[in-house]
Structures are given as structure tokens and as C-alpha cells.
């Protein structure tokens, strides 16, 4: 055992090893700090608290506008390439309305379930915020999200304009199974027709195996209540599939023995087939994935490491696996998924990428958990054709030029 002197000589060893390491850190901190700006050499005090969280203004992310001939039949398009995570803020979710954003009193709001029950019922808003509530985290995509790929690639095209009609938000409300035991259903009920509070009273049916299932019946969106554009004070949320059948400003759900056949199932949102007929109840969003960073319109600052970084969802459940490639193609090999991987919702994969300053081409191909591969645009074009507008998954490349610059391609 040593000494007391010995001991007193190491504690004052520790205590000076210890005083200048953190002498040197703090000095290693703070010495970047004097070569910012003049702005750092002062102290002044910042802005107060705000009543609603704000972004810095230094931050310029903002959903694209679709244009369109009726402001009221428009969109927008969320910013794929800034996001980071998986979920998308709600301010930035894309937007699709077919007439207009409704102003709703929630105090007035009423849902009705009538037709093929034992028990019609209508539910104020409060009754539905008083049921057991569910939260889970589902995206939202637009059928026609990717429709630019129905034509040749346009090198300018980028992520966001491709892809933004794709979003993924944790959603809070009470299970449409929940409210279907309550009125009670009729041996005959197959269907149920959803109808909105919009102007267009936007209509559509919905299979009762489904409704029984995983739909919600939503009024929060990312911890707060629902967006007007999302649908504010209510809006079902129907994961997986197309984004047009979950119906906002939620209003009506007639049980019925058949599908309604409304105008958004027979003239809109079918698929058009090489043989002249329509594909019809395509439901469910097929297995996608896309390149966010780097992507069209970015500048790679020369040659070295970079980290490949993107989405992939698919309406038929998890995702199992992302693939990338760097030659257009011609060879394969596996991402890394961001954990958890949830069904129905975005999953974020990455890998890591040592760029030698050549020409190259990055893609990306999801594989679910259906075993569903996402094709190349002239496999989908071999059994689809080109007369459709929706439900395009086709592989998504971008073409990297030796001067860095990023560009759309066709895989």
C-alpha cells in the first residue's frame, strides 16, 4: 500500500491531469468559435418564446405548388430531398384537394353511420375524443405519385417533383372497428361508402374486411390536431392504400351491400391497360423507393465519401430491403435500414458511398415483405403500357456527371 505522501502526490496528479485536459478541451471548443464572424465575438441577448414553434430563418424548406387550372383542384408537394428522419412535419405533408379547404366548426362537426347497421348513430367530436384512441404511424401516398415516370426521363426533374405526393405521419383516433361494433353490422353489409364534408362531397368505397381491420378513424396528426388541408376535424386514414380513399372532413359512413361505383372508382383512379380495358379498386400502394440524397438538382463537391440516403414504403406492409446501385443497374448490393421498420410507413435506408469523381448512375429497388421487387420502367411499361397516370413504382435513377452535377434518368 503506498503512503499517505504518495497518496497525496497522485491525487494532486489526477486533479492536474484532469484540470488541463479540460483546460484543452474547452479550448479545442471554443477557438473555431473566434473565426465565425464578428457576430461571435459579443454577447447579445435572442428573441423571446414564441406562442407556436417557429423554423430559423435560415431553413427554406417549403412545399411546391401543383399548378392547376382550378386553385380549388389542386396540391402540393412535400420537400423528400430536406427530410431527414421518416416523418414528415406536418406543415410540410403534400397536400390534394378536389374542391377546396373547408372551414369546419369542430363544435358542429358530426359523423353519421347509417345504411346496412343494426343501431345509426351519429358522433359529435367529443364522443369520438372520449372512445379508446390508437396512435400509429402510417404514410400517405397519392396514386399518382410518380406519374413523370409514365414518360421519359427530363434531366431536370428532381425528387420533390417526381416523388412529393408521398407523406408519413403518426396519426391518433379511434379504430373504424370500433365504431362498426358500436352501430352493429348486417349479415348482407360488404362495403361502406365514405363521403367528405368538402364541397365536392368527396365519395368513395371502402371494402368492410378493411374497415374492420386497420382503419382509423383520425383526428391528430404528429401529436396535435389534424391540419385543415389534412382533413381537419376528421379524416379517415386507410394504410397502405391510395391516398384518395382516405377521405377527409370525414362526414358519412353509409354501410351498403356493393361498391358505389362513384365518379373517384370509375373515371378517375383506374388504370388504364394496353387491351383498352381499366384496372379498378387498385387499392393498395405497390412496393417504392427513391434516392432523396443525393438527388436531381444537387452538386456533389467533388470526389471522396458520401453517405446514399432515401425512402421506401409499400402498401402491402414492411419493407424487407432496400438494394442500390451504382452502375444504372447492372449490379446490386444492400442498404441499411433505420430502425424500426414499421408496416405501412416510411422506412429511411442508407449506404455509404465512395465516389471516384466518374460518371455514374444511382438507383434504388424496395423489396417488401409481399416478396414484391420494385420493376424498371420498361418491365412496368411491358405489362401496363403507357395510358395510365397512377400507380407507377418503377426504379428512380439519377445520373451523377463528373462535375458533381445530379440528374434524372431512366433505369
Known amino acids: 500500500m503506498p503512503s499517505d505522501g504518495s497518496s497525496n502526490r497522485l491525487a494532486n496528479s489526477r486533479r492536474q491531469f484532469l484540470r488541463a485536459a479540460t483546460l484543452g478541451s474547452a479550448a479545442t471548443v471554443l477557438r473555431p468559435t473566434r473565426l465565425v464572424g464578428q457576430q461571435n465575438l459579443g454577447r447579445s441577448?435572442?428573441?423571446?418564446?414564441?406562442?407556436?414553434?417557429?423554423?430559423?430563418?435560415?431553413?427554406?424548406?417549403?412545399?411546391?405548388?401543383?399548378?392547376?387550372?382550378?386553385?380549388?383542384?389542386?396540391?402540393?408537394?412535400?420537400?423528400?430531398?430536406?427530410?431527414?428522419?421518416?416523418?414528415?412535419?406536418?406543415?410540410?405533408?403534400?397536400?390534394?384537394?378536389?374542391?377546396?379547404?373547408?372551414?369546419?366548426?369542430?363544435?358542429?362537426?358530426r359523423?353519421?353511420?347509417?345504411?346496412?347497421?343494426?343501431?345509426?348513430?351519429?358522433?359529435?367530436?367529443?364522443?369520438l375524443r372520449r372512445l379508446p384512441a390508437v396512435t400509429r404511424v402510417y404514410f400517405i401516398e397519392c396514386s399518382g405519385n410518380g406519374r413523370v415516370k409514365w414518360a421519359p426521363a427530363e434531366p431536370d426533374t428532381d425528387v420533390q417533383?417526381?416523388?412529393?405526393?408521398?407523406?408519413?405521419?403518426?396519426?391518433?383516433?379511434?379504430?373504424l372497428s370500433v365504431l362498426l361494433s358500436a352501430v352493429g353490422i348486417r349479415n348482407k353489409a360488404q362495403w361502406i361508402v365514405a363521403e367528405g364534408a368538402d364541397a365536392c362531397r368527396m365519395t368513395r368505397?371502402?371494402?368492410?374486411?378493411?374497415?374492420?381491420?386497420?382503419?382509423?378513424v383520425a383526428y391528430g396528426q404528429n401529436g396535435e390536431a389534424l391540419r385543415p388541408a389534412q382533413g381537419y376535424p376528421l379524416r379517415l386514414v386507410i394504410p397502405g392504400w391510395e391516398g384518395n380513399i382516405s377521405i377527409k372532413w370525414?362526414?358519412?359512413?353509409?354501410?351498403?351491400?356493393?361498391p358505389y361505383l362513384t365518379r373517384e372508382e370509375?373515371?378517375?383512379?383506374?388504370?388504364?391497360?394496353?387491351?383498352?380495358?381499366?384496372?379498378?379498386?387498385?387499392?393498395?400502394?405497390?412496393?417504392?423507393?427513391?434516392?432523396?440524397?443525393?438527388?436531381?438538382?444537387?452538386?456533389?463537391?467533388?470526389?471522396?465519401?458520401?453517405?446514399?440516403?432515401?425512402?421506401?414504403?409499400?402498401?402491402?406492409?414492411?419493407?424487407?430491403?432496400?438494394?442500390?446501385?451504382?452502375?444504372?443497374g447492372e449490379s446490386w448490393v444492400g442498404?441499411?435500414?433505420?430502425?424500426?421498420?414499421?408496416?405501412?410507413?416510411?422506412?429511411?435506408?442508407?449506404?455509404?458511398?465512395?465516389?471516384?469523381?466518374?460518371?455514374?448512375?444511382?438507383?434504388?429497388?424496395?423489396i417488401d415483405e409481399a416478396g414484391e421487387v420494385q420493376p424498371t420502367r420498361s418491365a412496368l411499361i411491358a405489362v401496363r403500357g403507357t395510358h395510365s397516370s397512377y400507380h407507377n413504382n418503377a426504379i428512380q435513377g439519377w445520373r451523377v456527371r463528373s462535375t458533381g452535377r445530379v440528374e434524372n434518368v431512366d433505369v
Not at 164 to 172: A, K, Q, R
Not at 205 to 216: E, G, H, T, W, Y
Not at 250 to 258: I, K, P
Not at 305 to 312: D, N
Open 45 to 109: 441577448l435572442g428573441d423571446g418564446v414564441g406562442g407556436y414553434g417557429g423554423r430559423s430563418h435560415f431553413e427554406e424548406t417549403v412545399r411546391r405548388l401543383r399548378a392547376s387550372r382550378y386553385p380549388q383542384a389542386a396540391g402540393s408537394l412535400t420537400p423528400l430531398q430536406d427530410l431527414y428522419g421518416t416523418i414528415t412535419p406536418s406543415a410540410l405533408h403534400f397536400e390534394r384537394h378536389h374542391a377546396g379547404i373547408p372551414d369546419i366548426d369542430p363544435s358542429e362537426h
Open 111 to 127: 359523423l353519421l353511420i347509417d345504411g346496412l347497421v343494426d343501431r345509426p348513430l351519429v358522433f359529435t367530436m367529443d364522443e
Open 161 to 175: 417533383a417526381a416523388f412529393g405526393m408521398t407523406s408519413c405521419s403518426e396519426w391518433t383516433g379511434v379504430p
Open 205 to 216: 368505397s371502402v371494402p368492410l374486411v378493411k374497415a374492420q381491420d386497420d382503419i382509423l
Open 250 to 258: 370525414l362526414r358519412r359512413l353509409h354501410v351498403v351491400d356493393q
Open 266 to 328: 370509375t373515371a378517375k383512379y383506374t388504370d388504364l391497360m394496353p387491351d383498352g380495358k381499366s384496372r379498378q379498386f387498385t387499392f393498395a400502394m405497390d412496393a417504392k423507393s427513391v434516392i432523396t440524397r443525393p438527388s436531381g438538382g444537387d452538386r456533389l463537391d467533388g470526389s471522396g465519401f458520401y453517405q446514399v440516403s432515401g425512402l421506401a414504403w409499400s402498401g402491402r406492409g414492411r419493407v424487407r430491403g432496400v438494394e442500390i446501385s451504382t452502375d444504372g
Open 335 to 366: 442498404a441499411q435500414l433505420q430502425q424500426p421498420v414499421l408496416p405501412f410507413a416510411h422506412t429511411r435506408f442508407r449506404y455509404d458511398w465512395s465516389w471516384d469523381g466518374s460518371e455514374k448512375i444511382l438507383a434504388s429497388r424496395c
